[in-house]
């Protein structure tokens, strides 16, 4: 899917780091199960119950207002009967996340970190309710997903990381350039890297490989790639993002709203957008406490 003559000097090096962030094997079991249409609901809700962690996220997350249960639910077997497979890949993935991503000397990333990476999940899966409402659950997975690869880049890479920073400060360059001069490839490379050793969709791949550039994606996944990149527009817009590793190629709502245009008629605006999205900042600061631990 990547070009390989721009990833393949990184990959190879990614492929030497024994600490790459892996889906807990509890993850990586449901996945696999969601993947099987045979596989019963019920019984990827009693896997991911065998993980006393994973489990209390899972039930955490499921039970915040976002969702709009009309009841809690205390069992992650009944929360995966109620979400369905798209539903319950996304939830699993988004708590065992937390889990997985750890930094340099078991660190975690910053509570900014994952506001931007919810936010923009969140941004995703409501601009494409608007714009491609099948694949609204694929877009809320590639929105929490896209900036991981920046993660993994500053975590295993640092010093090289502090050149490319350098690069930016003084040049006025963006970042996405900066990474292509130095790595030749970049953060958004990374991530759907990353995705392909997660087995995950290969739309939220792509969408997730092109979420700075929608227009240059696959035609068929043009639109996700759009509202991903709109949602982490938006996100930045409103303020969720670290100041000190957030910098990207921004171009503001005006990209992919013209991406998603059909026709010559603009199906969303940069105004559209803010009016549906205004409401959302409380739930993702709620779904992340409900995840995060320091």
């Keep these: 899917m990547q070009p390989a003559r721009e990833f393949e000097l990184l990959e190879d090096r990614l492929k030497l780091v024994r600490d790459l962030p892996t889906l807990p094997v509890v993850v990586s079991t449901v996945m696999k199960l969601l993947n099987d249409s045979d596989a019963a609901l019920r019984e990827v809700g009693e896997i991911v119950a065998t993980d006393p962690v994973l489990s209390a996220r899972t039930l955490r997350m499921v039970n915040a207002p976002y969702f709009g249960l009309r009841r809690q639910l205390t069992s992650v077997v009944d929360a995966s009967v109620y979400l369905g497979r798209s539903g319950m890949r996304n939830l699993v993935v988004s708590s065992g996340l937390v889990q997985a991503i750890k930094g340099r000397e078991g660190k975690m990333p910053g509570l900014d970190f994952w506001e931007h990476g919810f936010a923009t999940a969140i941004y995703a899966r409501l601009f494409a309710l608007h714009v491609c409402k099948d694949?609204?659950?694929?877009?809320?997975?590639?929105?929490?997903?896209?900036?991981?690869?920046?993660?993994?880049?500053?975590?295993?890479?640092?010093?090289?990381?502090?050149?490319?920073?350098?690069?930016?400060?003084?040049?006025?360059?963006?970042?996405?350039d900066a990474e292509q001069a130095c790595w030749q490839a970049t953060h958004a490379d990374v991530g759907s890297w990353l995705g392909q050793m997660w087995h995950l969709p290969e739309n939220v791949i792509e969408a997730t490989r092109m979420h700075h550039c929608p227009e240059k994606a696959f035609p068929d996944w043009v639109d996700l790639a759009a509202v991903v990149h709109l949602a982490d527009e938006y996100?930045?817009?409103?303020?969720?993002?670290?100041?000190?590793?957030?910098?990207?190629?921004?171009?503001?709502?005006?990209?992919?709203?013209?991406?998603?245009?059909?026709?010559?008629?603009?199906?969303?605006?940069?105004?559209?957008?803010?009016?549906?999205a205004d409401s959302e900042a409380a739930d993702v600061r709620m779904l992340v406490e409900m995840v995060y631990e320091r």
């Design 235 to 276: 996100a930045f817009e409103k303020g969720f993002h670290d100041s000190e590793l957030f910098d990207a190629r921004h171009t503001g709502l005006k990209l992919g709203c013209e991406v998603i245009s059909r026709d010559g008629r603009m199906l969303v605006s940069p105004d559209s957008i803010r009016e549906m």
């Design 135 to 176: 694949h609204a659950d694929d877009a809320y997975l590639a929105g929490l997903i896209h900036d991981i690869g920046r993660l993994v880049l500053e975590c295993h890479f640092p010093d090289e990381a502090a050149s490319v920073h350098d690069l930016v400060r003084q040049t006025g360059t963006n970042l996405v």
